[in-house]
């Protein structure tokens, strides 16, 4: 088994960008943290240990396919924000740059036939479906619980229930 040179490299570029959303994900939790927002503050360092995983899965199967992962360096993510939902746009917007470089090395594994990587990938497109979703479902709740500060607290305590709930596996 092997993969080209062009997999190797949008595999390795998506090693810092999860890496990235892992970071972000982090600043978020700490913002949410020292502005009062536990919900958040669980729900966003719960994400970033998840978006490390993510991380570790690619460079595990760079590494088992003989193409020997390199660890990068990750840029320093923002760290202060508005308002929650002005946060979690933020998130949906990260998710959604993460879902077009998915579909893009897709496209790479469909064209060059490389079966392998295809499969591997098929795990993170429905894991992708899953975090838009869920990022979604909660800048829908401010259209409908509202954006005043009882609202935002409503909103805080239901991300605090989504931190404590199970993850669900994107391909059970
Ligand atoms: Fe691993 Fe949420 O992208």
Redesign the pocket.
């Given at each position: 088994m092997k993969i080209s040179a062009k997999m190797k490299k949008a595999l390795q570029d998506q090693v810092a960008l999860?890496g990235l959303?892992s970071n972000s994900y982090l600043a978020m939790a700490s913002w949410c943290e020292v502005t009062g927002y536990q919900g958040g503050a669980a729900y966003f360092y719960t994400q970033s240990d998840e978006?490390r995983t993510?991380m570790i899965k690619v460079v595990h199967y760079l590494n088992d396919m003989g193409a020997t992962a390199t660890i990068p360096a990750i840029k320093a993510p923002t760290a202060s924000y508005k308002s929650l939902e002005g946060l979690i746009k933020t998130a949906l917007k990260s998710?959604q740059t993460?879902t077009k470089a998915i579909h893009k090395m897709v496209e790479v594994a469909q064209k060059e036939k490389d079966h392998s990587t295809y499969a591997f990938l098929e795990w993170f497109v429905n894991?992708?479906v899953q975090?838009e979703t869920k990022f979604e479902t909660i800048l829908q709740k401010f259209d409908l619980i509202g954006r005043d500060k009882i609202a935002v607290n409503e909103i805080d305590k239901i991300l605090a229930a989504d931190a404590a709930a199970p993850a669900a596996d994107p391909v059970a």
């Open positions: 999860e959303a978006e993510h998710e993460v894991e992708q975090e």
